[in-house]
């Protein structure tokens, strides 16, 4: 994880969390405590009551909490927001990892894969996006450094990415899945 901790390091503060800081109601899975450990996403505090609010991977929004805040997360798919109330149709083997305009990554928690679904289809239809957090980690890691080197050059004048950004990261993450269909399924569903 040497090597993500660099990646993630360009993305916001990072510091090491260790899992007594977990909240939740469930154990820790043991690769989640290992990231955050190694790598801890912790990111600005903007306001000293809210404390760290988590880093965003560039280009693509997709946000990272501290481990502190990682059980709240779950407020909208596990529970109801408002009420607290478990929702029946949320898996006890997911757990939201991170999101993307409210579209959760789910850590599996019986396979160890990371799964993808869009919020508001009515119910949670998740696929899998790999097959272990190590490789959703580094797929996003090779995208993100792809966007935060390309910086103001990333979009057009309409705000489009550049097709040589975009052929970069395919090619980063091709690198990082193995083959070109995977990289070209994992960018499709980060909606780029």
């Known amino acids: 994880m040497h090597t993500l901790h660099a990646s993630f390091a360009r993305f ?11 909240r ?4 820790l899975p043991t690769p989640l ?6 790598i801890g996403p912790w990111g600005e505090t903007v306001h000293a009551n809210v404390g760290p609010v988590g880093i965003d991977i560039p280009g693509v ?14 407020a909208g798919y596990r529970w109801q927001g408002t009420r607290g109330a478990r929702l029946a149709d949320w898996p006890d083997a997911w757990l939201v990892i991170a999101e993307q305009n409210a579209d959760p990554f789910i850590f599996e928690r019986n396979t160890g894969q990371v799964l993808f679904a869009f ?20 797929a996003l890691a090779a995208i993100g450094t792809v966007y935060l080197d390309a910086g103001d050059d990333l979009e057009d004048d309409d705000g489009e990415l550049r097709p040589a950004h975009r052929d970069a990261a395919l090619g980063a993450l091709a690198t990082v899945l193995g083959d070109e269909a995977a990289a070209d399924r994992f960018f499709e569903t980060l909606e780029w």
Do not use: K
């Not at 405590?33 to 190694?38: D, K, T």
């Open 12 to 22: 916001g503060p990072l510091h090491a969390q260790s899992a007594d800081l977990w």
């Open 24 to 27: 939740g109601e469930i154990p």
């Open 33 to 38: 405590a290992a990231f955050y450990a190694q």
């Open 61 to 74: 929004n997709v946000c990272f909490p501290p481990l502190h805040r990682l059980w709240s997360l779950q």
């Open 119 to 138: 919020h508001g289809a009515g119910r949670w239809e998740a696929s899998v996006l790999t097959q272990d957090l190590a490789t959703f980690l580094a």
